[in-house]
Nanobody, 119 residues
């Protein structure tokens, strides 16, 4: 069974960098031609796709967040990570990682982690 688990600080100060890690079990992030996504949901708003890292390490980011977002991976730990720089209170959200098995179909999700940006 595929499982994803987000981890990272729940509170980040404005202007700092938000860093989260997604640990994957039950599948390899380098196999099966899948992609691995970061998605967030601000309070009272819908889901927002942030970016994706492919099985080959290639990345693609949402145009609205591209200048502040970086996704990387540690294949030895089967993890992929999100960094979002220069955060503001508008970046407060529940952050999710998910597996994309193709064409934007996300079949496995982490439980989500709340990140609050506040001084």
């Amino acid at each position: 069974q595929v499982q994803l688990q987000e981890s990272g600080p729940g509170l980040v100060k404005p202007s700092q960098t938000l860093s989260l890690t997604c640990t994957v079990s039950g599948d390899s992030i380098t196999a099966n031609y899948y992609g691995w996504r970061w998605i967030r949901q601000p309070p009272g708003k819908g889901l927002e796709w942030m970016g994706i890292i492919g099985y080959d390490g290639g990345t693609y980011y949402s145009p609205s967040l591209k200048c502040r977002t970086s996704i990387s991976r540690d294949t030895s730990k089967n993890q992929f990570s999100l960094q979002l720089s220069s955060v503001s209170p508008e970046d407060t959200a529940v952050y999710y990682c998910a597996r994309d098995r193709g064409s934007g179909t996300m079949d496995y999700w982490g439980q989500g982690t709340q990140v609050t940006v506040s001084s």
